[in-house]
């Protein structure tokens, strides 16, 4: 039974796991709650936001990390009504039926941008010198 359990485990906790959830946490809120300049380490920014899309070392040789993040969120609903009858009649053998409906509907589909992006600059011992971060929706 342990044999079985333990990859199972691991798979549930391996990195890629963890991958797909860093993405969701680049908020603002999540900046402003998670990186104090001086204090937080790359090893913490990893940890909490997942791999950077950019990495590169400014003039002043600092390491900078830049986080850009776009996601679309398309919302559907719809909406409407319909009526209908049965008519049927019978006897000594003879059937009939009729049928009569109509109705209405709508449906509405919406769509928007979100965008973060931050970026980090990181001292010699690796740890937050400065940050800036911008996020818009539209």
């Known amino acids: 039974m342990i044999r079985y359990a333990l990859p199972l485990l691991l798979a549930a906790v391996?990195?890629?796991?963890?991958?797909?959830?860093?993405a969701n946490t680049l908020t603002h809120g999540m900046v402003q709650m998670t990186v104090r300049v001086g204090q937080t380490t790359q090893?913490?920014?990893?940890?909490?936001?997942?791999?950077?899309?950019?990495?590169?070392?400014?003039?002043?040789?600092?390491?900078?990390?830049?986080?850009?993040?776009?996601?679309?969120?398309?919302?559907d609903s719809s909406s409407g009504f319909s009526i209908g009858m049965l008519l049927g009649a019978g006897?000594?053998?003879?059937?009939?039926?009729?049928?009569?409906?109509?109705?209405?509907?709508?449906?509405?589909?919406?769509?928007?941008?979100r965008t973060m992006t931050l970026v980090l600059k990181f001292d010699a011992r690796k740890v937050v010198s400065d940050f800036r971060s911008r996020s818009s929706s539209f």
């Open 14 to 22: 391996s990195p890629e796991a963890f991958a797909a959830d860093s």
């Open 43 to 75: 090893a913490e920014v990893l940890e909490t936001f997942g791999a950077p899309n950019i990495t590169t070392i400014d003039g002043s040789g600092q390491e900078m990390w830049v986080y850009d993040r776009h996601a679309t969120v398309t919302a």
């Open 91 to 113: 006897g000594s053998g003879v059937g009939g039926g009729a049928g009569l409906g109509f109705g209405k509907s709508k449906s509405k589909s919406t769509q928007s941008s």
